[in-house]
């Protein structure tokens, strides 16, 4: 089992930035793939980055160059830096951890809010 707490969400305006982090238990978070995902109001959730268990990184099309995921294994920590942030980034944030070896398991955080005032 492992347990996800996200923190370092709140209100900023546009063209600021917000620096989320996830804080997972277990002793085993290397293992895992950690994403962060995002669902704003009326909206699907939808994948913003993803990170390897090797590091390997990977981003949502629209927002590579502006977010930037890392992970500090030492921490059992996922980051998820957000610069010149818009309007259309407010959403909750959600943290995910993955793994699929030797079973799919999927964990979940309870999300953080980020609002982007124009």
């Known amino acids: 089992q492992v347990q996800l707490v996200e923190s370092g969400g709140g209100l900023v305006q546009a063209g600021g930035s917000l620096r989320l982090s996830c804080a997972a238990s277990?002793?085993?978070?290397?293992?895992?793939?950690m994403s962060w995902y995002r669902q704003a109001p009326g909206k699907q959730r939808e994948l913003v980055a993803t990170?390897?268990?090797?590091?390997?990184?990977n981003y949502a099309d629209s927002l590579a160059g502006r977010f930037t995921i890392s992970r500090d294994n030492a921490k059992n920590t996922v980051y998820l830096q957000m610069n010149s942030l818009k309007p259309e980034d407010t959403a909750a944030y959600y943290c995910?951890?993955?793994?699929?070896?030797?079973?799919?398991?999927?964990?979940w955080g309870q999300g953080t809010q980020v609002t982007v005032s124009s």
């Open positions: 995910n951890a993955k793994r699929t070896y030797p079973r799919l398991v999927n964990y």
């Open positions: 277990g002793s085993t978070f290397s293992l895992y793939a």
């Open positions: 990170i390897g268990s090797g590091g390997t990184t």
